[in-house]
């Protein structure tokens, strides 16, 4: 791992000049350090000092979110902003451990390892219980459920996906997924220490969801790095890298996590199951989709 870019911070946070020097010195550390690092940013982190204490704080980030929400993209924010700001810190999919209790003693109790970032979609006590007592920040993000259940079935037919089904999925197995799915969101709304978004929000203005996340985290950003950051979130380049993937065990990416055809094609569309959704959870969500309570 490069861990070059929290003492550029750390350097940073010591400079003694007016704003419009240090923004000339931020962009061109952001365009060398690109040339080591071309697919995590530097980010330069306006309250170097303060994040790093919140950090101390609450050293594990979770990334909550409910399958084919947006989690991916979600840990792939908040792994550009921790990286700029720690060098010790491991950021793992829940996969990788077989109990996230593992992962949390290694933050927790490791001598080398001091903070992660744990993508990890299930309803789980460990997770819960270090959120009520501040040591862990969540981030889930919300997605409406014809989108959601379309994400799920076309996984359901990509081999390399955990939801991967050779047979393809019935009716009711997808009634399952959405049941189990509705079931989940509404236990998360009562977790301390989250931060809640609807997953448009990052295609939509994505700059500004990036700020929302990061200010969760204990980080302050200028308007001008959110917007840098929104580059390397961007469909059409996930697209592209969820197609040159190093799988590991798991079949996903050991950094980003993203498997084999993660993204959709672009004009992906499958109105049949969108409105088969509609009509299973007629009363349940509102016109674009979302749970109503």
Not at 30 to 40: K, V
Not at 88 to 104: C, R, T
Not at 207 to 218: D, E, N
Request: aromatic share 10%.
């Amino acid at each position: 791992m490069i861990c070059f870019k929290p003492r550029l911070n750390e350097l940073l946070s010591r400079l003694d000049v007016n704003l419009d020097t240090k923004e000339k010195y931020v962009q061109q550390l952001i365009d060398e350090s690109l040339l080591l690092d071309p697919e995590t940013p530097f980010v330069s982190i306006d309250n170097f000092e303060e994040a790093l204490n919140s950090l101390s704080i609450s050293p594990i980030w979770l990334s909550y979110g409910g399958a084919r929400t947006g989690s991916t993209t979600t840990s792939l924010i908040l792994r550009i902003l921790m990286d700029s700001l720690v060098s010790n810190y491991i950021s793992a999919w829940e996969g990788d451990f077989k109990d996230p209790l593992k992962f949390i003693d290694l933050v927790l109790g490791g001598q080398q390892i001091k903070s992660g970032i744990l993508k990890i979609h299930r309803f789980n006590d460990d997770c819960n219980t270090i959120l009520e007592k501040g040591m862990a920040k969540g981030f889930v993000p919300i997605r409406d459920y014809p989108s959601k259940v379309s994400s799920y079935k076309r996984m359901s037919m990509v081999r390399n996906s955990p939801f991967y089904r050779e047979r393809g999925l019935s009716h009711d197995e997808i009634k399952n997924f959405i049941i189990s799915e509705v079931k989940l969101e509404r236990r998360k709304r009562s977790l301390h220490g989250c931060l809640f978004f609807k997953i448009r929000e990052i295609e939509k203005d994505p700059a500004v969801c990036i700020q929302k996340i990061a200010l969760h985290s204990g980080i302050k950003l200028s308007q001008s790095n959110c917007k840098f950051i929104s580059k390397f979130i961007a469909k059409d380049k996930l697209r592209e890298d969820s197609r040159i993937i190093c799988p590991s065990s798991t079949g996903h990416d050991s950094q980003t996590f993203m498997h084999f055809e993660h993204i959709a094609s672009e004009g992906y569309d499958d109105a049949e199951i969108k409105e088969f959704t509609r009509n299973f959870l007629r009363g349940e969500i509102d016109s674009e989709g979302y749970l109503l309570n």
